[in-house]
């Protein structure tokens, strides 16, 4: 299926489109709106959210990721490729497989242990005040009290850094790309 000719202006604007919608995805959801949401959301609130929102965006991403490396890999044979272009289709590989490892795991993971954790605060009369980081004696309490809410914010922690250390990961990839199709335009 791999072909030697010169990509159509369609397909070149189809693989632009799929990781610049995909590093514009994790810009906005890792700094922008994280951190809005968190100084003006009570925390069972953006939870919600966050529950909704980051499986979508994970899903999405590993798919743009899939297309990106198909469309790359489809116009650069394995046979003919440079030690540049070898490295790009393993940079595109990494992005797809810890994106999905990701999406399928890490995220699901995540939206599940703060679902079960919110049931707990909210017993407790917690969850309604603003930002992530406030009432945080009051969360300490219920870790010291309570085993099972204990246990869900230490795995939560776990998942949260996993997910948090893949995110990076498929940026630092998309950066890379972006990079790499910059410096091979012809012309600006």
Known sequence: MATDQEP?????LLQLL??????GMQIWVTFISSFIMDHNLNRHT????????????LHLGSACAFLNLTIYAVYHPRDILDDRESFQIFIFFVSVTVAAVNAQWFGQMTS????????????CGLGQDIGLSSNREAYAKLCELDVKYRHL???????RLLSSLCNLCCIGCNFYSLSYMAENLVKL
């Open 18 to 23: 799929l990781l610049s919608t995909y590093w």
């Open 46 to 57: 953006y939870g919600f959210i966050q529950s909704r929102l980051v499986p979508f965006y």
């Open 153 to 159: 914010s230490r795995r939560l922690w776990l998942y």
């Open 8 to 12: 159509t202006y369609t397909v070149k």
């Open 112 to 123: 599940e242990i703060m679902a079960d954790m919110h049931l707990i605060e909210q017993t």
